[in-house]
């Protein structure tokens, strides 16, 4: 990447930036909402949950929950990215002599920062709630980079999706596929709970792979399931992102290039 090109795309993620400060209420929106939820299931429903080998619950929501976050932030990508197609925004910056790739890498990097920021916004709620990591320094480390590797592969998924969908109002239909996406793992239950089919599909969601990976390295409860996908899971953590950026980030960029011909 050459020199200009870091430029153009530190630009274009300055661009975003611009935006928070100038709508500070939609970024507190996008923090708060896990909060909400976390704390929504921790004090609501967390006294009749249980934990397969008996710790506490916060031990298990609250990697789980990390782990739902960075799912949940496709939304986020796609939304930004129809709009500013509907805005005729990226048609412009296309047209503008820039590197054709900066306008993607800005938002690769902008919504990264975003992600890294609200994870640690929950850290910080989940402390506060009595949590605690029982791991080492390193492990904490890799549990958090594991967390952006999965929130790098939804962001490239998130961007041709976007891309493909053409309208915000298209985001709503991938925001009902996610939903159940996301509980269809074990963030919030052990798969051991679930009857032996569901249980077996959500064992091989890649959110639960990063769950299960991070709740071992932050030394907490596992209630990954059981079976292969259980058993491997820090290797899963690392291949379902591998095998979702693989395959949707040559197509984004294919889908980012062959715009308005």
């Not at 592969?153 to 041709?160: D, S, V």
Request: glycine share 14%; proline share 5%; charged share 10%.
């Amino acid at each position: 990447m050459t020199t200009a090109t870091l430029i153009d795309s530190w630009t274009m993620t300055r661009r975003g930036l611009a935006h928070w400060a100038r709508q500070p209420v939609q970024v507190v929106v996008q923090l708060v909402f896990p909060v909400m939820m976390l704390l929504m299931f921790a004090y609501f429903l967390g006294g009749g949950m249980t934990v397969p080998d008996g710790g506490d619950y916060k031990d298990f929501l609250v990697p789980g929950t990390l782990a739902l976050t960075m799912v949940f932030g496709l939304e986020g990508t796609m939304l930004a990215i129809t709009q500013d197609l509907n805005k005729g925004v990226i048609d412009r910056f296309r047209s503008m002599p820039m590197a054709r790739s900066a306008v993607l890498a800005g938002r690769s990097v902008l919504d990264m920062l975003q992600s890294a920021l609200g994870l640690l916004v929950l850290l910080g709620v989940g402390l506060a709630m009595g949590w605690r990591w029982h791991g080492g320094f390193g492990d904490g480390l890799l549990a958090v980079g594991l967390l952006l590797w999965l929130r790098f592969a939804m962001l490239w998924l998130g961007i041709f999706l976007g891309m493909a969908a053409g309208r915000p109002e298209m985001v709503q239909a991938v925001q009902i596929l996610v939903w159940p996406l996301g509980f269809l793992s074990n963030v919030f239950a052990s798969p051991e709970t679930m009857p032996g089919w569901l249980g077996a599909l959500a064992v091989w969601n890649p959110m639960s792979a990063t769950a299960t990976a991070i709740r071992d390295l932050f030394g907490g409860p596992g209630g990954g399931g059981e079976g292969w996908a259980a058993d491997h899971a820090q290797l899963l953590a690392v291949c379902w992102p591998l095998a979702l950026i693989t395959v949707f980030a040559p197509l984004a960029v294919r889908r980012y290039g062959r715009l308005s011909r």
